[in-house]
Nanobody, 121 residues
Framework: QVQLVESGGGLVQVGGSLRLSCAVL????????MSWYRQAPGKQRELVAR????????SYADSVRGRFTIFRDNAKNTVSLQMNSLKPEDTADYYC??????????????WGQGTQVAVSS
């Protein structure tokens, strides 16, 4: 069984910074990619950033590019999201998502429990 454990949310003022982290625990063959999504009240969940673990390739939503950085530690099976220059519109619940090779033939997606980020103006 695989479990994702998130940490690092909180309340911050406009222009401040936060770092979210997600640890992948359990048994699997390898992690394919790791992502952060967010969902604001009354809105759909949206992809914020993704990293392809093997190549280190990253992609970002236009709204966060240049302010957020996603990075991973392959040895520790963790993914983090460094968020700088935070804006009120970044307020949301943030979710870690991992696509991994569960067995030699089965890919599966897992989600973290979510961590709240609130940016006050």
């Amino acid at each position: 069984q695989v479990q994702l454990v998130e940490s690092g949310g909180g309340l911050v003022q406009v222009g401040g910074s936060l770092r979210l982290s997600c640890a992948v625990l359990g048994n699997f063959v390898r992690i394919n990619d790791m992502s952060w999504y967010r969902q604001a009240p009354g809105k759909q969940r949206e992809l914020v950033a993704r990293i392809i673990t093997s190549a280190g390739l990253t992609s970002y939503a236009d709204s966060v590019r240049g302010r957020f950085t996603i990075f991973r530690d392959n040895a520790k099976n963790t993914v983090s999201l460094q968020m700088n220059s935070l804006k009120p519109e970044d307020t949301a619940d943030y979710y870690c998502n991992v696509r991994l090779l569960q067995t030699t033939t089965l890919f599966r997606d897992y989600w973290g429990q979510g961590t709240q980020v609130a940016v006050s103006s």
